[in-house]
């Protein structure tokens, strides 16, 4: 773990940094960096930027007793690089008036690791000022980086496992009507997008009909037991090689749900009282992971396809 509790100055190089480590997805940690609605839980308390954000787009973040900051988009590589150069209130971004704060993301396994670093104080010719300027925004960044954990903790929650009753659950919200969620998590075409290997149910997803999803070049079988659209998708999935789901079958339910962001997306998955004893534990927290894994790429699938960036047949 290379998490930092605070910013640190480096006064030879003139900049700020800082390191921070969360159990969340890469995509999760983007989300709440880049998107203005996020940006403004975490850093100042208005973040605007009237042409969407993206490398060269223009903005401006707010504090109320501070005012409204001018911001330049500088880097926008999604997910792993972010920068943006901001100003001094009431005056255009300037050399001598603006610092730049850069982002890197990294994936390592179940972590996500952020680290900023900001550059540019060399350009205030007062010394004092020069000082205070580093001590402030070294404060800032050990602040709004904090501010940004919870802002990730609030939207972005891990699978929850109970050894004990043999359940796996996992919640979500999507910014998408459930309609939308719905055509993305029952058509085949979408499913092999989002899960990341093919689907194949040539009666449809209708309950009464088994299909197959497909992994590592193997398959196993789902009996869809309920698909009420667009409330609830349940079925029962068997194990890689069977052609029914069979005694040590796990049951998994997915509930759609209107909620103020757009859908709650909640998937339970029981039954595992019925597998062997021995390794249980291991097999529950990877499918545990797996599903963290599935629903935020459903997740993104929806939002991609919203924003015209794929081409879903659930999207036609």
């Known amino acids: 773990m290379v998490h930092e509790a605070a910013a640190s100055i480096d006064e030879q190089a003139m900049r700020v940094t800082r390191t921070i480590e969360v159990r969340a997805p890469i995509f999760a940690v983007w989300e709440a960096l880049t998107e203005p609605a ?4 975490w850093f100042g308390e208005t973040a605007d930027f009237p042409d969407g954000v993206h490398a060269g787009a223009t903005g401006t973040f707010g504090w109320s007793d501070a005012g ?17 150069t ?18 890197e993301l ?11 670093v900001e550059v540019g104080f060399e350009r205030i010719e007062d010394a004092a000022a020069r000082r205070a300027a580093l001590e402030d925004n070294r404060r800032g960044w050990t ?75 193997q398959t196993f079988p789902l009996a ?9 998708l349940a079925f029962r999935w068997g194990e890689l090689g069977e052609a029914e789901p069979g005694p040590t079958a796990a049951d998994v339910r997915f509930d759609l749900e209107p909620s103020p962001r757009g859908t709650r997306v909640t998937v339970v998955e029981w039954g ?17 992971r797996g599903w963290e894994l599935v629903l935020d790429g ?6 991609d396809a919203a924003a015209g960036r794929i081409d879903a047949a659930a999207a036609r």
Request: aromatic share 8%; charged share 25%; net charge negative.
């Open 68 to 84: 409204l900051y001018p911001v330049r988009i500088d880097r926008h590589e999604r997910p792993s690089a972010f920068a943006f």
């Open 272 to 288: 595992w009282l019925r597998t062997p004893e021995e390794g249980r534990g291991d097999r529950m927290q990877q499918n545990a």
């Open 298 to 303: 459903l997740r993104r699938h929806v939002l």
């Open 38 to 41: 996020r940006m403004a839980e």
């Open 143 to 217: 602040s709004e980086l904090d501010e940004l954990l919870g802002s990730i903790a609030r939207h972005w929650m891990a699978s929850t496992v109970d050894p004990v009753a043999g359940t796996i659950a996992r919640t979500l919200e999507v910014e998408a009507a459930p309609e939308e969620v719905w055509a993305h998590l029952t058509d085949p075409d979408a499913i092999e997008a989002w899960w990341g290997h093919p689907a194949d149910f040539p009666g449809g997803m209708r309950a009464g009909v088994t299909g197959t999803f497909a992994w590592e070049g």
């Open 86 to 103: 901001w100003g001094v209130p009431g005056e255009p971004i300037r050399p001598d008036n603006s610092t730049t704060a850069s982002f």
């Open 106 to 116: 990294v994936r390592d396994g179940d972590v996500t690791r952020l680290t900023v």
């Open 224 to 232: 869809i037991r309920i698909a009420d659209a667009p409330r609830t």
